[in-house]
Every structure is written in structure tokens, then in C-alpha cells.
């Protein structure tokens, strides 16, 4: 394909006169320079996806708001009621991860999908988590999508988090409260 794509700017570019040769030139280095660009920010971003899951797995409630703008969203849409809606702003975000981490003996949240979106300041992520809970109770795993909206900054403006809630109550032993 890319050859194809070669071939076809040669001949173009040798049918064009030295003024539409030069235009031509340009455009093509300017769309490098995007794609370089938007390649970088996209590397950035996944880079903070993964920091803000060593995060969790170190619990590190600061280094976790780090990551976040001011006026971030932190939000789990399938909650059902029994679990927290999310936060807003860092410091609630903070508040959020803060009080969660004495209650576990450890987590992990192993990444099996990261991708960029065509918009970098988007990543989708696909991963699972895993929950050692206090006093030999067993564990709690469960699967996860999530999206990361980013702001020019590099911060994290929104975090969507997509869980079954149904084996999160499960695992929480909280099945009965679901109506």
C-alpha cells in the first residue's frame, strides 16, 4: 500500500509544474510534521494511562490526582447505585482513591488493550483488575474498558470507568442490594 502510495505521488509530482511541485512539497512536510506531532502526544497520553495504573498499584492517591486537570470528571456510568458515581474536580479524585487503599492487601490492573484514538487526546483502554481483599477474603477480579480524555497539557480531563456490576457486588458481597 505505502508503495502504491509512493508510485502515485512520483507521478503527480512529475506531471506538476515547479510551483505546484514546491506547494506539493510543503503540503507533504507539513503533514509529516503533524503526524510526527500527533504521534508524540499520543505516546505522551499512553504513557500517563499507564502511570495512572501504577498509580492505583502503588496506592499513591496523590500521584493519581497528579495526573488529573483541576476541573477533571472521574466517571463509572454502571455505579448501579452501590458502588460511588465518581468525583469531580482533583482533589475530590483524590478523595476518591485516598480512603480506598486501606481497605485492599493489593491490586493490580493488568492492561491487555491500549490504544489512541484518531484524536490522541483520547486513549482507550481494555484491561482487568485483580483485588486481594484484607484478611485472606479471597479475590476480586473483574474486567475493564475505559477512556482517558486529555486536555494540551498532557492532564487528564475525564476518566471513564466501565465495569459488570454485577460481579462487582458479587465480589463485594453486596449482590443483595442490587433491586
Given at each position: ?23 506539493l ?80 492487601d493489593?491490586?493490580?490492573f493488568?492492561i491487555e ?30 474486567d ?9 497539557e ?15 457486588a458479587r ?9
Amino acid at each position: 500500500m505505502r508503495q502504491l502510495l509512493i508510485l502515485f505521488l512520483m507521478i503527480l509530482i512529475s506531471s506538476c509544474t515547479n510551483s505546484d511541485t514546491e506547494k506539493l512539497q510543503t503540503e507533504m512536510q507539513q503533514l509529516k510534521e503533524t503526524h510526527k506531532m500527533t504521534t508524540e502526544i499520543a505516546i505522551n497520553n499512553k504513557a500517563s494511562v499507564k502511570a495512572f495504573f501504577k498509580a492505583l498499584e502503588d496506592e499513591n492517591a496523590d500521584a493519581i490526582a497528579n495526573l488529573f486537570a483541576e476541573d477533571a470528571q472521574h466517571i463509572n456510568p454502571y455505579h448501579s447505585g452501590l458502588f460511588p458515581e465518581g468525583a469531580n474536580g482533583k482533589e475530590a479524585i483524590k478523595s476518591y482513591w485516598a480512603p480506598v487503599f486501606p481497605n485492599f492487601d493489593s491490586m493490580t490492573f493488568p492492561i491487555e488493550e491500549l490504544y489512541a484514538m484518531e484524536d490522541p487526546n483520547m486513549v482507550f483502554v481494555k484491561y482487568s483488575g485483580h483485588i486481594k481483599l484484607k484478611n485472606n477474603a479471597g479475590v476480586y477480579s473483574n474486567d475493564y474498558y475505559s477512556t482517558f480524555k486529555f486536555n494540551s497539557e498532557g492532564k487528564i480531563t475525564e476518566y471513564v470507568e466501565i465495569f459488570n456490576p454485577i460481579v462487582a457486588a458479587r465480589g463485594f458481597g453486596l449482590i443483595d442490594k442490587i433491586k
